[in-house]
């Protein structure tokens, strides 16, 4: 397993290097040099912000394609609650899990029963292990993937149980063996997601060795055919299949999975940018009376996810009004259940960010960092291809940049060349023997390359600007 896989991706061939992406992102993942962008796969968490604001469509995320449901004999689908807060006037769950069965699934096991063991999973925990307190819900695989590269000191936090994803699939994989028969490779689960970070998750799970999630659709692919089912099941008489009540449909938006724990004590914050500012302030031990903290990377909670069709604010409003006349939860935790949802595996702190393997190139490149950055305006421009002059200078101590990556810099240099040949001029002006001209005309000729190298550079930055477009050196994330 590639403990960095990523499934947020660039597609090269599509980026114009118009730099929009790098202010963005919160781990200073991005680069655009050359007049293209990468993404260095150890600092991303897959958070979705660069799909969210590139204009031109060169960030986008990897899942599977609907066909993939023919690969199995038998499938089960597990929608997230955020799949329900998609669709207008809808005022009862089955219609949609009556629709996927109609699509083609054998089965469908929705994410927010499993929620609901987990819920119950949480307030048991919390309440024996009060040494840990406040408690940082792994539900969000962006956020724990975000502590484990930068705050280190919060990871004892970490709530150590699985999420709900992980507790369905468990479950809708035994539930299907022991319907069918069948053996587990022939069975299909399948996640509907909102988001490119359960992608990730599945893939290269935290907490966990192995995802029991086979297979992850996009809501926004399972979006346009699952309406049409909808439609005809609503005309029909269709069977009662739900099995989540208010708290667990409740996880689909910010603040839902923390109401389901019955406590006060809790914080809850939404976005990347609140996420980071949350953490922070946790690791100034600023929070001494919470319980329990809930953070989502998107906008609004799981609903805010890329891969979803309607606005998340929207998608809250739906999301409550369809709970209203929900029994508070429909599922309880067994033996089994308590069984599966604690974590199997830790997780460990990844150093990415130091600047050298040891304490003492760490310290004496953070030194070089701080020297280079007297040196650069301090403007945060993002014309060097680095969100602001301290990434840049991060990556001149590192070897991955040049200090003429800076275009104030590389005028300066102009500026202070011209002077010289300037000076070198007067002299000569001043009547020399021919003899005597020989040597300031080698060092005039030696300053015009050096001017000239250092023109075309500086050309060549202004026009990856100016057109947008820059020669083809493609990201480390690249689908190429
Ligand atoms: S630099 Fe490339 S990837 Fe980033 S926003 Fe611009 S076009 Fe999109
Ligand atoms: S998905 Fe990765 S590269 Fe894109 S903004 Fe988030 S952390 Fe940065």
């Not at 208010?246 to 910010?254: D, E, L, P």
């Not at 200090?403 to 070198?424: A, I, P, Q």
Request: aromatic share 6%; charged share 25%; hydrophobic share 35%.
């Amino acid at each position: 397993m590639d403990k960095f896989y990523h499934s947020v991706r660039l597609d090269a061939s599509l980026c114009k290097g118009c730099i929009n992406c790098i202010k963005r992102c919160p781990t200073e993942a991005i680069r655009v040099r050359g007049g293209k962008a990468s993404i260095n796969n150890k600092f991303c968490i897959d958070c979705g912000e660069c799909i969210r604001v590139c204009p031109h469509h060169a960030k986008h995320a990897t899942y599977d394609k609907l066909d993939c449901m023919r690969q199995y004999e038998y499938t089960v689908a597990l929608p997230a609650p955020s799949l329900y807060s998609q669709f207008n006037n809808l005022d009862d769950v089955n219609i949609v899990l009556n629709a996927l069965i109609r699509m083609g699934f054998d089965d469908v096991f929705e994410v927010g029963a499993a929620a609901e063991l987990v819920s119950e999973a949480t307030r048991k925990y919390i309440s024996e292990h009060e040494d840990g307190l406040p408690y940082i819900s792994t539900a969000c695989p962006s956020v724990v993937r975000l502590i484990r590269v930068r705050f280190p000191n919060l990871i004892p936090h970490l709530l150590p149980l699985n999420p709900p994803v992980e507790v369905a699939a468990v479950l809708a994989a035994k539930r299907a063996m022991e319907k069918t028969g069948l053996p587990r490779e022939k069975i299909g689960i399948i996640f509907i997601s909102p988001c490119p970070s359960k992608v990730t998750y599945v893939k290269a799970p935290l907490g966990t060795e192995k995802s029991q999630v086979d297979r992850v659709l996009a809501i926004k692919d399972v979006y346009p055919k699952l309406l049409a089912c909808m439609k005809a099941v609503s005309r029909e008489e269709y069977p009662t299949i739900g099995t989540a009540g208010k708290i667990g449909i409740s996880w689909g938006h910010s603040g839902g999975e923390a109401s389901g724990l019955f406590t006060e004590s809790y914080l809850a914050a939404d976005g990347i940018e609140n996420v980071i500012r949350v953490l922070e302030d946790m690791e100034d031990q600023k929070f001494t009376n919470l319980r329990f903290v809930e953070l989502n990377a998107c906008n609004g909670g799981c609903v805010g996810g890329v891969l979803t069709v309607e606005n998340p604010y929207v998608a809250e409003v739906k999301l409550k009004r369809l709970r209203k006349y929900m029994p508070v939860a429909r599922t309880h935790m067994s033996e089994n259940s308590q069984e599966i949802i604690p974590w199997t595996t830790g997780v460990q702190y990844e150093p990415v960010f130091s600047l050298g393997n040891t304490m003492m190139e760490s310290f004496s490149r953070l030194n070089q960092v701080e020297r280079l950055m007297k040196k650069f305006p301090g403007l945060d421009c993002g014309s060097c291809g680095a969100p602001t002059c301290k990434a840049l200078a991060e990556d001149i101590v590192r070897g991955e940049a040049n200090e003429s990556d800076c275009v104030y810099f590389l005028r300066e240099n102009l500026h202070k060349l011209s002077e010289e040949v300037s000076m070198l001029a007067e002299d000569l002006g001043e009547g020399r023997k021919k003899k005597e001209k020989q040597e300031p005309l080698k060092l005039i000729k030696e300053y015009i390359d050096r001017i000239s190298q250092e023109m075309s550079v500086l050309d060549q930055k202004e026009g990856v600007k100016r057109d947008g477009a820059g020669t083809d050196e493609s990201g480390n994330l690249s689908d190429d």
